[in-house]
């Protein structure tokens, strides 16, 4: 059958599937919500920016003929998750998510679970503490609350405007990192409390390696809720249902 593939992206896994796509020879094209300066060089035409919403979505998937679609955001980008979700319903075009597992705690963990960035910032509702706060540059402003504590933060672009944090260290840096690097940083800055998104996969790892190996607490944030879909956890598991069931509709 012919493919003309939308891959919602913004991941290292979406540009690994679009190179894997790329390599037999289907059509895609990869979609960017535009929120990094400098995206990487990816492997197959793109588009940047919103679609505008469900209806939004469901247009392009028409004008544009899309006959699957593969939602490998980032876990968090929840809001994404759930617009393809209706938008593949109502234009009956089939939906695969390519997601990370979750990251389970280990022995020597000491993290404690919070739902939502409300939750994590009620959480250091406290004495001054050695933040590194890595969850990317959206979710800082909601960090405002908490000015007593210093903040480590790690971006993949240098800020454009002055940070909501009064006292902030900012280093950017896109990774992979290593749990020696990080457990460096750490000791270097003194950090005494990491924060992090339950993002899952190998790239944003490495600090929570680096806080259990430092006896660091944890502060997890829980993946936002999204509707049941089709769910696989490898480039390999998309490309099997390309090739043999990516006409079903269900979830
Ligand atoms: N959230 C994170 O922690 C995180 C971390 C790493 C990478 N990312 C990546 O950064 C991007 C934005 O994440 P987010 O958390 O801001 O998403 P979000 O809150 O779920 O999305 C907000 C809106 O941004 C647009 N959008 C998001 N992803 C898009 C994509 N791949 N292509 C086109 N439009 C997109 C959509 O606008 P319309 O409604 O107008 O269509 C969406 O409704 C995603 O591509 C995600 O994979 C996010």
């Given at each position: 059958?012919?493919?003309?593939l939308?891959?919602?992206?913004?991941?290292?896994?979406?540009?690994?599937?679009?190179?894997?796509?790329?390599?037999?020879?289907?059509?895609?094209?990869?979609?960017?919500?535009?929120?990094?300066?400098?995206?990487?060089?990816?492997?197959?035409?793109?588009?940047?920016?919103?679609f505008?919403?469900?209806?939004?979505?469901?247009?392009?998937?028409?004008?544009?003929?899309?006959?699957?679609?593969?939602?490998?955001?980032?876990?968090?980008?929840?809001?994404?998750?759930?617009?393809?979700?209706?938008?593949?319903?109502?234009?009956?075009?089939?939906?695969?998510?390519?997601?990370?597992?979750?990251?389970?705690?280990?022995?020597?963990?000491?993290?404690?679970?919070?739902?939502?960035?409300?939750?994590?910032?009620?959480?250091?509702?406290?004495?001054?503490?050695?933040?590194?706060?890595?969850?990317?540059?959206?979710?800082?402003?909601?960090?405002?609350?908490?000015?007593?504590?210093?903040?480590?933060?790690r971006?993949?672009?240098?800020p454009?405007?002055p940070?909501?944090?009064?006292?902030?260290?900012?280093?950017?840096?896109?990774?992979?990192?290593?749990?020696?690097?990080?457990?460096?940083?750490m000791?270097?800055h003194?950090?005494?409390?990491?924060?992090?998104?339950?993002?899952?996969?190998?790239?944003?790892?490495?600090?929570?390696?680096?806080?259990?190996?430092?006896?660091?607490?944890?502060?997890?944030?829980?993946?936002?809720?999204?509707?049941?879909?089709?769910?696989?956890?490898?480039?390999?598991?998309?490309?099997?249902?390309?090739d043999?069931?990516?006409?079903?509709?269900?979830?």
């Amino acid at each position: 059958m012919t493919r003309n593939l939308l891959i919602l992206g913004g991941t290292l896994e979406a540009r690994e599937l679009g190179a894997a796509i790329a390599a037999r020879g289907w059509q895609g094209t990869l979609s960017l919500a535009g929120r990094v300066e400098r995206p990487l060089r990816q492997p197959l035409p793109q588009r940047v920016g919103g679609f505008g919403g469900v209806e939004g979505l469901r247009s392009y998937l028409r004008d544009n003929a899309i006959t699957h679609v593969i939602d490998a955001t980032h876990p968090f980008a929840a809001q994404m998750s759930r617009n393809a979700v209706a938008a593949c319903s109502a234009a009956r075009v089939p939906l695969l998510a390519l997601s990370r597992a979750p990251w389970v705690a280990q022995e020597g963990d000491l993290w404690v679970h919070v739902a939502d960035i409300p939750g994590a910032v009620a959480a250091l509702d406290g004495a001054p503490r050695r933040v590194m706060l890595a969850i990317g540059r959206q979710n800082l402003p909601a960090f405002a609350a908490c000015p007593q504590h210093f903040y480590l933060l790690r971006l993949v672009d240098a800020p454009s405007a002055p940070l909501p944090l009064p006292r902030a260290h900012v280093i950017v840096d896109r990774g992979p990192f290593t749990a020696e690097q990080d457990q460096a940083l750490m000791a270097a800055h003194q950090i005494d409390l990491i924060i992090s998104k339950n993002a899952g996969g190998t790239g944003a790892y490495a600090k929570i390696i680096a806080a259990r190996q430092l006896g660091l607490p944890v502060i997890m944030i829980d993946r936002p809720h999204v509707p049941p879909r089709h769910e696989v956890h490898d480039v390999a598991g998309v490309m099997a249902w390309l090739d043999h069931a990516g006409t079903d509709l269900g979830v």
